[in-house]
């Protein structure tokens, strides 16, 4: 079968088009700029991106299972012509479809698909354990990790597990109709983190937390909206229950525990200078 993935250069979409040609199938890989996009061998890289329906068309053509994402690659919002690209979609011989979400919202990309007659698979992750990187640069350099609500708790999910999740629903019955809340196997506070990413690197990694006002403060210093802000915020001090509630989701799909953040630093260890 020759499936579509698309926005794969990404977190999600770079393991799952690794996964699916290890397992012997057929990738047309979705992406801005094929010349950049470095994929594996094996791989169709394909120009475009789900935002311009009009150059869809030939990307879906031959394929019988298609991984989505429900957001623009560039800006993050929502994708408006979910309508159009299930046409296309439904148009080629599509038969199923994964939906990688972008917010707890149901977005109007998933809503075309469930209406749409295709067998869909909803991929509701939380956290990215890839966000860590966003400490990348200070650990590097001074061995510090500056970051406010020290009691916030996280499940983070490693993006090759959702991934995993994706190949699986994509290539074997029994998925449709489901939507999947992907966790990894413990939920972290930023001090849990910082002392795990000290052990995978053998030395110390000191924890400064910060005030809510002077986290504000940085995040507006890095050009984030006051909206955004406020989501931040919300997201640390008054979290949904699935952001920090572990489930099993991860090995009862794929049949192998979900990875670790300890697994996750030891992968990007260069990163944070290790």
Do not use: C
């Amino acid at each position: 079968m020759t499936i579509l993935v698309t926005g794969a250069t990404g977190n999600v979409g770079r393991p799952l088009v690794e996964q699916l040609l290890a397992s012997g199938h057929t990738v047309r890989a979705l992406t801005r700029d094929p010349r950049k996009a470095g994929l594996p061998a094996g791989a169709e890289a394909f120009a475009g991106n789900l935002a311009d329906t009009a150059g869809l068309a030939r990307a879906f053509d031959g394929v019988t299972a298609a991984h989505l994402i429900s957001f623009d690659g560039e800006d993050f919002a929502p994708l408006a012509n979910g309508v159009e690209i299930v046409e296309l979609a439904r148009g080629a011989g599509v038969r199923r479809v994964t939906v990688l979400k972008g917010d707890v919202e149901k977005s109007p990309l998933e809503e075309a698909v469930e209406a749409g007659g295709l067998e869909w698979t909803h991929l509701s992750p939380v956290e990215f354990m890839s966000n860590a990187l966003e400490w990348a640069g200070s650990v590097a350099a001074e061995g510090v990790v500056r970051e406010a609500f020290a009691d916030a708790r996280s499940a983070m999910v490693h993006e090759a597990d959702i991934a995993a999740v994706a190949a699986v629903a994509l290539t074997s019955d029994g998925h449709a109709g489901r939507e999947y809340w992907l966790t990894g196997p413990e939920a972290l506070t930023p001090q849990d983190k910082v002392r795990v990413i000290a052990e995978v690197l053998g030395r110390e990694v000191r924890y400064v937390e910060l005030s809510r006002d002077e986290i504000v403060e940085q995040w507006r210093g890095q050009g984030y909206s006051e909206e955004d802000i406020e989501f931040f915020v919300m997201m640390r001090t008054n979290p949904p229950e699935a952001g920090y509630t572990v489930l099993p989701t991860v090995e009862k799909v794929t049949g192998k525990p979900a990875r670790t953040f300890a697994q996750w630093v030891r992968e990007n260890a260069a990163a944070f200078g290790g």
